[in-house]
């Protein structure tokens, strides 16, 4: 006898389809798994007979062969335990090929029966409802992500025999209803532009960076407020919307990050210096930093810290918006729209030109230093900006009552979003997204500007990035002033924060 039940499994940023066969032949009993199964999906025998036997069901006692194809498709986790466990259901009898017809089925087994939740349960939800499937069941503490992907029924199931009930319609399983949302953060700790003291033209900068999603490097002595300031960033960010709440719970989950929730926050993400290029750029294990960075900010504190290779790694998906992953036997893109952060000292003592702290560093250091950034990557950061240390009688002075500078600055920087949102009439789309055609063609200079743009970048020696990085960044200066032209002063003020 020959039995079939359909599922999936992730592979890379997109879920594949898998049909677990079975098949009852006479011999000594066996239990056997073939379709390039790896460890934790051999290891799925003894969940899959124990869970069967704990939930009160009869294991046939002859060789039983499960093949999960493509037999080509690399497979791993716990995803296929349940469809496993339905398929010697149905060929020991206990279910009819009729009860999963045009269903698909995911999720793990417990020993004693319960169904726990998978990761990437959304690229899962997608690749049934693009093969035509009718019905999903996957984990009851899955279903609310899943309820991001409309268009198909899905149930949640807690236990084997609660879903064997309801296959044989002695039992309703629940369905999507309303998506539970991981709720905003409410620390009352979190930093905004009024918890800063001095630093104006640095919050301006940042205020800029934000409205047009544009990297930005901080340079400056330790203790400015470096850190502080890529903190305050986050909450300058707009609300997300739909398809980016769907895009990041979906790299979350892929991830096994959170696989219960929804996320309604934009990603900050912090990574240490001795990350792994793997652990900061993804694998075939799963997405990395710069991917859970999306649409959100990627921090690099202390960037000359971090290993070279990693720091060219990035120069790709500051460009692309996504990061190729190719291994031997896995190749896939993963999606890496962030808008970078980082910081440094001015040399390894990071007392360079600080009146109050003599600096001991020699010149050979602090050239090797600043050469851990190399000339390509400095190129597409479109903002540099040092800030000096305040004054300590500053750094007690009463906070405001009021968080009016912030207030004020997060309207400023929605207005602006909003403006670029009507021009490039998309969601998501910033100034520093654009391409040099599109530069060309959307953004206009004023005849004073476009002087001053040429005088410049012939000054300057700008390269072409930085010369179409320069026109971005007064594009945004100018939304934010709520001009339709990039006028001298827009262009002026870009150009203080580009360095040759």
Known sequence: ??????????????????????????????????????????????????????????????????????????????????????????????????????????????????????????????????????EVYVPLKNLSQASLISGITIYGVDTLKNLYLSLKNQLTLPTVTTATTKPPRTDPSTPILDHIRGQTAAKRAIEIAVAGHHNILISGPPGAGKTLLAKTAANLLPPLSPQEMTDITKIYSIAGLNTDEIIKDRPFRSPHHSASAISVLGGATGPGEISLAHKGILF???????????????????????????????????????????????????????????CKCTEAQIQNYIKKLSGPLFDRIDMNITVAKVDNKDLRA?????????????????EAINRQKARYDKDGIFNSSLSSFQVSQKLKLGPAAETLLASASEKLN??????????????????????????QSHLAEALTYRKS
């Open 300 to 358: 690099l504190d202390e960037i000359p810290e971090f290993p070279r290779s990693v720091l060219e790694s990035l120069r790709q998906p500051l460009e692309d918006k996504q990061i190729s992953i190719s291994r031997a036997n896995f190749k896939t893109t993963y999606p890496a729209d962030f808008m970078l952060i980082a910081t440094m000292n001015p040399c390894p003592c990071g007392y360079l030109g600080d009146p109050t702290h003599e």
């Open 1 to 134: 006898m020959i039995s079939e039940i359909h599922s999936m499994v992730p592979c890379g940023f997109d879920g594949k389809l898998v049909e677990v066969e079975g098949s009852l032949n006479r011999g000594l009993p066996a239990f056997n798994i073939v379709g390039m199964a790896n460890k934790t999906i051999n290891e799925a025998k003894e969940r899959v007979r124990s869970a069967l036997l704990n939930t009160g069901f009869n294991f046939p006692i002859q060789k039983v062969t499960i093949n999960l194809a493509p037999a080509d498709l690399p497979k791993d986790g716990a995803f296929l335990d349940l469809p496993i466990a339905l398929t010697i259901l149905t060929l020991s009898g206990q279910l009819l090929n009729s009860d999963t017809k045009n269903k698909a089925f995911v999720g793990e087994l417990s020993l004693n029966g319960e169904i726990k939740p998978v990761r990437g349960i959304i690229n899962l939800i997608e690749a049934a409802k693009s093969a035509n499937y009718q």
């Open 398 to 414: 009463p906070l405001p009552s009021t968080n009016h500078e912030h207030t004020v600055v997060k309207n400023t920087i929605t």
């Open 462 to 487: 700008l390269s072409a990035r930085a010369y179409f990085k320069t026109i971005k960044v007064a594009r945004t200066i100018a939304d934010l002033d709520g001009s339709d032209t990039i006028k």
